[in-house]
Nanobody
Framework: QVQLVESGGGLVQAGGSLRLSCAAS????????MGWFRQAPGKEREFVTA????????YYADSVKGRFTISGDNAKNTVYLQMSSLKPEDTAVYYC?????????????????WGQGTQVTVSS
């Protein structure tokens, strides 16, 4: 069984930074891409960012461009999310996700595996 485990969430003041980590564990497998989604109270889950391992391409939601950075290590099935200049509207549960095969659009939430989520709260 494959598990994705996120860490690094917490409470931060507006303008601050946080770094989330996500590591895959369980039976050995390779991932095609990994990404981050988030869900704020009363809202639908939304795409944040993703990385395609084959060519290193990264994708960002407009709301986080220039403030968030995704990085990772394909060999270790590990992905990071560096969040800077955080805003109260970034408050949400952040989920790590991974897909095993090719996806035309990594902004869709049809990933194969999901983490349990980590809370990020940004105070004003």
């Amino acid at each position: 069984q494959v598990q994705l485990v996120e860490s690094g969430g917490g409470l931060v003041q507006a303008g601050g930074s946080l770094r989330l980590s996500c590591a895959a564990s369980g039976r050995s497998f390779g991932t095609y891409a990994m990404g981050w989604f988030r869900q704020a109270p009363g809202k639908e889950r939304e795409f944040v960012t993703a990385i395609r391992w084959s060519n290193g391409a990264t994708y960002y939601a407009d709301s986080v461009k220039g403030r968030f950075t995704i990085s990772g290590d394909n060999a270790k099935n590990t992905v990071y999310l560096q969040m800077s200049s955080l805003k109260p509207e970034d408050t949400a549960v952040y989920y790590c996700a991974a897909c095993r095969t090719w996806r035309p659009n990594l902004m869709r939430d049809d990933y194969d595996y999901w983490g349990q989520g980590t809370q990020v709260t940004v105070s004003s």
